[in-house]
């Protein structure tokens, strides 16, 4: 997963550096592995800063004012299955045609038939084994047919609805050719979120495209709305034109995005993240309830410790800090701890434990989430089927492996409603590890072997860590 922005300013005296470092920082619980941002000044000159790291540790004052220009765009990265080498730390950058910029959130499911077409029919060098990298390529490669000394917004129309056509998988993203505009785009299938906003300025209007509505409102963008799924949208100091290139009739929004990775305050496809987490704690309160039946005897509820994506490394130091804070809660006590999901059953594994050792007489384990028991393909690097700890397994054997005495799930259905409910609009969702059913109809078993040995390493890639956001279910069970 990862997070993008683009950005354009009405007075072209201005610098859109500042804004774009803030975008970033507001978007840094979307990728920590790398940040990046590319500016356009005079002349169409490009600036860039760009390196592995947090958004802090890659920028100082020093670095941020040299980026110079009135447009650009930003990246921060989540880490990858493959490479996290500096070569890989995006905004991305072609010359040829017209000096295109590029960055990207999600992942593609035929990259592999991509590389081989861009290398041996379009003749251009991939560097990387980042997705982004290939559609920049591809992008710039279908631009390069116009053979136009100048590009103008039907080119660039023309050779998104292209793209659209070459591309299969999820993805939303923003690019700027340089001393142009900028331009973003999103997935037929609206699988990675993408929004835009505008803000009145004494110059006219400034424009800006982000991974996320919380980064639009916080810098004081206004009207702000979603990019629809296959609609492209061309930015320069003169217009805006938006336009959907591509239809599609399995329309489905990624559902992680509102079970754990966007933020609570953020809006996507007009659905409030906070209230959806509220509805899937009530919803899994039901659940909970019906699960225990008559042996319900659950003395407290106690919501796994947030233990920060950005230090995962430090997981077990915070947790046992945060748990032996409440260990009055635990002694002698049948307790229920609420996670967002259990992924590879590890992290579950030892919090259990630990609530033991506190003195715990029971401990149950619910998840806000289904039982994950398949990959992630388009965007959410999850462990391999083998990996994870539901895949061959049933709930009873779930919690005999983590350790509990009982697992509850969050119910497939429930879930999808919790969210829905919301913007009924919305008919499915990409649900696909849980059950297995992947919107673009192109992921079968001998796709699935090649993750499985490692023949993949999409850009926007990363591992899951622990975060609760279940309130609901809390107030539920504490009121």
Not at 44 to 70: A, H, P, W, Y
Request: glycine letters at 8%; a negative charge.
């Amino acid at each position: 997963m990862c997070g993008i922005s683009a950005l354009i300013l009405a007075d072209q005296s201005a610098a859109a550096c500042p804004d774009l470092h803030e975008s970033l920082g507001l978007l840094q619980h979307r990728g920590q592995d790398a940040a990046g941002i590319v500016t356009s000044g005079p002349k169409g000159r490009l600036f860039q800063c760009k390196g592995n790291g947090m958004v802090r540790d890659v920028f100082n004052e020093t670095q941020l004012s040299g980026l110079i220009g009135s447009l650009g765009i930003g990246h921060v990265r989540y880490p990858t299955a493959g490479s996290s080498s500096i070569t890989e730390a995006q905004p991305f950058y072609v010359n040829s045609p017209y000096g295109i910029v590029f960055a990207h959130n999600g992942n593609l499911t035929n990259a592999d038939e991509l590389r081989v077409f861009l290398d041996k029919i379009a003749h251009r060098h991939i560097n990387t084994d980042s997705d982004s990298e290939l559609l920049l390529n591809v992008l710039a490669n279908n631009l390069q047919k116009t053979g136009k000394f100048r590009v103008n917004q039907e080119d660039i129309f023309t050779a998104i609805k292209d793209l659209y056509r070459q591309i299969r998988g999820g993805y939303a993203c923003v690019a700027m050719i340089a001393g142009y505009g900028i331009v973003g785009f999103r997935d037929p299938h609206g699988i990675r979120p993408l929004v835009i906003g505008r803000r009145k300025t004494v110059a006219g209007y400034d424009y800006m495209l982000a991974s996320e509505s919380v980064v639009l409102d916080s810098l004081g963008f206004t009207d702000v709305e979603d990019v629809k799924p296959g609609e492209a949208i061309i930015i320069t100091q003169d217009s805006l034109l938006r336009r959907v290139l591509a239809v599609s009739d399995r329309i489905a929004p990624c559902i992680f995005e509102y079970v754990y990775f966007a933020r609570q305050d953020s809006i996507m496809d007009g659905i409030s993240v906070y209230k959806a987490r509220l509805s899937m704690g009530e919803a899994l309160a039901d659940q909970v309830t019906k699960s225990m039946g008559n042996e319900m005897d659950i003395d407290v509820v106690i919501p796994v410790p947030d233990t920060s994506r950005v230090a995962a490394i430090q997981l077990r130091k915070n947790v046992r800090r945060k748990l032996n804070a409440m260990a009055l809660e635990f002694s002698g006590k049948n307790v229920l701890l609420v996670d967002d999901s259990i992924v590879r059953g590890t992290t579950s594994k030892e919090i259990i434990q630990m609530a033991r050792e506190a003195g715990a007489k029971k401990v149950y384990f619910a998840s806000c989430a289904p039982a994950i028991r398949y990959p992630n393909v388009y965007g959410i690097d999850m462990p391999t089927r083998t990996e994870l700890v539901a895949h061959g397994r049933d709930d009873q054997q779930v919690a005999e492996e983590i350790g509990a005495d009982k697992v509850i799930y969050q119910d497939l259905h429930d879930l999808v409603e919790s969210v829905r409910k919301f913007n009924p609009a919305i008919e499915k969702f990409d649900t696909s590890v849980f059950d297995k059913y992947y919107v673009t109809g192109d992921v079968d078993e001998e796709y699935m072997a090649s993750l499985e040995q490692g023949g993949r390493s999409g850009d926007s890639r990363g591992r899951l860590s622990i975060d609760s956001d279940c309130v609901g279910l809390y107030n539920s069970f504490n009121r």
